[in-house]
């Protein structure tokens, strides 16, 4: 379960939770009977709507990275998107665009090949520049090389730059946030726990000794 309340059917007054309730869940409370049709439980939708003008930001801002105005080429969005996910731990993100890499006729060489991009032969020269410039937006917090961004630059006009990274960015940050609230696929225990010893050993008997 997500870490804050759901917004119930009968409570979704705003016009753009409710719009887009009808859209995702049709008659049902999403609450309730939770599940979307991509296969999604569907509470991230519900946590956003306690917040209307927030979820509506959020609406608007997925609207307008699909726009016809975008220059961008999909593909290399969604290769940013879905490695964005990767490299920041979203189950949700990462395995979202993953399905929408395949909509848009992306080879399953290339879906697979986002996780370990820098040894994977399918990807050209801008694909894997952009990967290199996600994981620098992803781990290094946007700290990019101008060698990297002149490259990237020889083939992008700074439109396409901007939107790029625009759109990226705020991947980077619904995959924080997925995590931090624990909504649809990201509802999962820290892997990093402390693993018990042996009974009664001491400490020093259970650190290996250099």
């Not at 917004?7 to 599940?35: C, M, S, W």
């Not at 290339?110 to 894997?128: D, H, S």
Request: hydrophobic share 40%; charged share 25%.
């Amino acid at each position: 379960m997500p870490r804050l309340r759901q917004v119930h059917r009968n409570e979704a007054d705003a016009p753009i939770v409710e719009a887009t309730y009808q859209i995702l869940f049709g008659d049902k409370d999403p609450v309730q009977e939770p599940g979307t049709n991509t296969g999604t439980p569907g509470d991230w939708w519900t946590v956003f709507a306690l917040v209307p003008d927030i979820f509506e930001h959020s609406v608007n801002g997925f609207l307008l990275y699909a726009s016809p105005k975008r220059k961008l080429d999909p593909v290399l969005r969604e290769l940013g998107q879905a490695r964005a996910g990767w490299c920041l731990g979203s189950k949700f993100v990462y395995s979202q665009h993953c399905k929408s890499m395949r909509g848009l006729g992306i080879s399953e060489e290339k879906i697979e090949g986002v996780k370990y991009w820098p040894a994977a032969t399918c990807f050209n020269e801008i694909e894997k520049l952009l990967l290199a410039y996600t994981d620098a937006m992803s781990f290094n917090s946007g700290r990019v090389p101008d060698e990297l961004f002149e490259a990237i630059k020889s083939h992008l006009s700074d439109e396409e730059i901007l939107e790029f990274t625009y759109m990226t960015s705020m991947y980077i940050m619904h995959s924080i946030m997925s995590r931090a609230l624990k909504t649809e696929f990201d509802d999962v225990e820290d892997p990093i726990i402390e693993v018990a010893g042996p009974e009664g050993a001491h400490p020093w008997d259970v650190v290996p000794h250099v």
